[in-house]
């Protein structure tokens, strides 16, 4: 892993943190003798590390911003043998992708988000050098909370996206086509931790293409600032091949209105041409 990535993320996501800062606003609270739920009801983000979600909504009328970024670099190459082998000395793939996501509560139960995924390639591999970097697929959801989290049953909430066809797939940089996508997400807390379950369908509109996911996530809240967090992630693309992955991390709520989560995403098993085995994850939110 090159460390002029993880700096240049550094530095990018300090610099936002400082441009970000601005009033404070009290946050949404009831408390248990108001509303009579739990103190630890709804107590997690609406995000994790790399892919799963909680049915916690932004709150109408409240508006979040995060900058991410991850790191790949794919040092294995599946082979004829279906076991992975380490790329032949000089040889590298990789690939860094910032992301900015702003969500906005327009309404009751509801909240519509925006992403702009930028991505910077530096793939060194014969025949298929590519040193390319610009915008990728951009996409924009719609949250509906369906069912509010009670002491007793989960809260559950849907999402809608589109992904525009905004990336260009000749430089490896998305896939060029538009495409929709239906999750869904299942959050539970109890007093020293929370359960969190998204089952995802995503498809093409261009062509046969159908990707399924499962992400779930055990967050534990033993301090009020510092919650770590183990995520799961199953990926199946139609015709490609799926991959288990494990991402355990931390979430540092180092301010009222703010988090900072870092995770390290683990390949577990794989039937992708190409794998990552370890990598990593940072997150800055911003919520007003």
């Not at 000395?89 to 992708?97: A, C, F, M, T």
């Not at 590519?130 to 509906?144: H, M, P, R, T």
């Not at 009020?224 to 931390?250: C, M, Q, T």
Request: aromatic residues 16%; proline residues 4%.
């Amino acid at each position: 892993m090159k460390l002029k990535n993880i700096f240049i993320a550094m530095v990018f996501i300090a610099t936002f943190a400082l441009i970000a800062e601005g009033t404070e606003t009290s946050q949404e609270s009831s408390s248990e003798e108001e509303n009579g739920l739990y103190p630890w009801c709804g107590q997690y983000p609406m995000s994790m590390f790399t892919k799963t979600r909680s049915s916690k909504l932004v709150g109408k009328d409240h508006l979040s911003v995060s900058v991410n970024f991850q790191y790949y670099d794919w040092d294995q190459v599946r082979g004829a043998d279906n076991d992975y082998h380490n790329r032949a000395s000089g040889q590298s793939k990789e690939r860094s992708i910032y992301t900015f996501c702003a969500k906005y509560g327009w309404a009751k139960d509801h909240h519509i988000a925006v992403g702009i995924p930028y991505w910077m390639n530096d793939f060194d591999i014969p025949g298929k050098e590519n040193d390319s970097q610009g915008l990728a697929d951009i996409y924009v959801f719609e949250k509906w909370e369906l069912l509010k989290e009670t002491n007793t049953i989960p809260g559950v909430a849907v999402d809608f996206w589109y992904y525009f066809s905004s990336g260009d797939s000749d430089r490896s940089l998305g896939t060029g086509e538009s495409a929709y996508k239906i999750s869904t997400e299942v959050s539970k807390a109890w007093k020293d931790f929370s359960l969190h379950f998204n089952p995802n369908y995503k498809w093409s509109a261009d062509k046969d293409d159908e990707v399924g996911e499962i992400n779930g996530t055990i967050l534990f809240t033993p301090d009020p600032k510092l919650w770590p967090a183990i995520e799961y992630n199953y990926f199946v693309r139609e015709h490609k091949g799926h991959s288990h992955d494990l991402v355990p991390g931390i979430i540092w709520k180092f301010k009222k209105g703010w988090s900072f989560k870092v995770g390290v995403p683990m390949s577990m098993d794989s039937t992708f041409t190409d794998r990552d085995v370890v990598s990593i994850v940072l997150k800055l939110f911003r919520r007003w």
